[in-house]
């Protein structure tokens, strides 16, 4: 009896081992970089099931992560703990232009009653047997800044790995998505299948995403929720930062036909969006941010266009006036799936409006007197250069 109820009693733990081992938490998605600010970062990646989070991060001063006690800074709204399962964390309080040392950790919350949790084992980035990610604040004292641009992939999975194949290693300031990266958007999976998780295993673990919404990101059941996955330093798709000599401007397109066209069944609103986007933009050419920089570029996916369709017709009416008045060196779009500078004078702009073709990398490097500018097909072709002198 007594070896049996002893058999019993190992088997009951057996079971209850392997219950809490299939209860802990995995990384299924991520980590990659966004919102890389001169004092602030965020990291957003994705779990298995719902969990608590954090970063840790440590100078990049030479001793190992585990040294001392890591800061650690939680996922918190309202002053309580987050638990769900997509991670977004901010980091802040750091300098300029600065390396950090980061690791990400999560712990699942098992739900019991009256709102009480309990956590299991920590999962996260190994800085054991690998060396930790790191990040560098952005930095308005830096001579020049280099950035890649992809657009209209419109899932072609296989094509962006090879566009950004050597993103790494390249040492990018930053990779921009210029919009129209799939053709709908209906679930969060499908963002992640077709273009996030290449852009976390090839670079945005350390180097910074700029998401770029272009018209087809609207489009999809998952569409008013996308921006969750690119949290901004506005909270809405559009935003500015400073890099070095260059203030970035990051413009929200809309969609690119009327908002009562059959196509977007009732629920488009663009119109109205893109009048408040445009008081916003009047703050930001009147702010010091935008004003002291050497050098002002914009991305915007759809470019202006007086004769072309609605929404191109609505950024040139509405944002091409401000940008014009602020002094805007450049703007960087794509859409239309082809090569094309429209020259500054041209089309009501007083800046040049470079597209980028789809399924095409565009690297650039910027300084105070100007941006060069190279495009590269998937064959590592070199199709078109540019170059703007101040």
Not at 29 to 54: M, N, R
Not at 63 to 78: I, V
Not at 203 to 217: D, I, M
Not at 371 to 383: G, H
Request: a neutral charge; aromatic letters at 12%.
């Amino acid at each position: 009896m007594k070896k049996f109820l002893l058999l019993l009693a190992i088997a009951f733990v057996a079971t209850a081992t392997a219950q809490e081992q299939k209860k802990s938490v995995a990384i299924t998605e991520g980590p990659y970089l966004q919102a890389v600010g001169e004092s602030e970062f965020t990291v957003v990646w994705k779990t298995d099931q719902d969990a608590v989070s954090w970063v840790e991060i440590a100078p990049d001063d030479g001793t190992h992560f585990y040294n001392r006690e890591r800061p650690k800074f939680y996922q918190t709204r309202y002053g309580r703990k987050v638990v769900g399962n997509l991670h977004t964390v901010r980091v802040s309080g750091l300098e300029p232009g600065t390396t950090y040392r980061y690791r990400i950790i999560s712990a699942a919350a098992l739900k019991g009653e009256k709102d009480r949790v309990r956590f299991t084992e920590q999962r996260g980035s190994d800085v054991y047997r690998r060396q930790p990610y790191v990040v560098t604040t952005l930095n308005p004292a830096k001579e020049s800044v280099s950035f890649a641009i992809v657009n209209d992939i419109h899932g072609k999975t296989a094509e962006l790995e090879t566009l950004l194949a050597d993103a790494a290693e390249r040492k990018y300031d930053f990779v921009c998505f210029n919009g129209d990266m799939t053709s709908r958007n209906n679930t969060q999976e499908e963002v992640f299948k077709f273009y996030l998780s290449s852009a976390s295993k090839l670079f945005a673990k350390e180097t910074p995403l700029v998401y770029v919404r272009g018209n087809h990101e609207t489009r999809g059941t998952y569409a008013v929720s996308l921006p969750e996955l690119f949290p901004s330093s506005t909270g809405q798709p559009y935003y500015t930062f400073r890099q070095g000599p260059v203030c970035f401007v990051v413009l929200d397109c809309g969609e690119d036909k009327p908002d009562s066209d059959m196509e977007y069944s009732g629920l488009a609103h663009y119109d109205p969006y893109r009048a408040e986007q445009a008081e916003w933009l009047r703050s930001v050419v009147a702010s010091e941010e935008f004003r002291s920089a050497p050098l002002k570029i914009a991305f915007c996916h759809i470019p202006p266009e007086a004769k072309g369709w609605h929404g191109a017709a609505e950024i040139l009416r509405l944002f091409v006036p401000i940008l014009n008045e602020g002094g805007l060196d450049l703007m960087l779009s794509g859409h239309i799936h082809k090569y094309r500078l429209t020259e500054a004078g041209d089309n009501g702009c007083q800046f040049p409006v470079l597209c980028n073709p789809n399924v095409c990398r565009l690297d650039a490097t910027a300084t105070a007197n100007g941006v060069d500018i190279k495009i590269f097909d998937t064959q590592a072709n070199l199709l078109h250069s540019y170059q703007l002198k101040k």
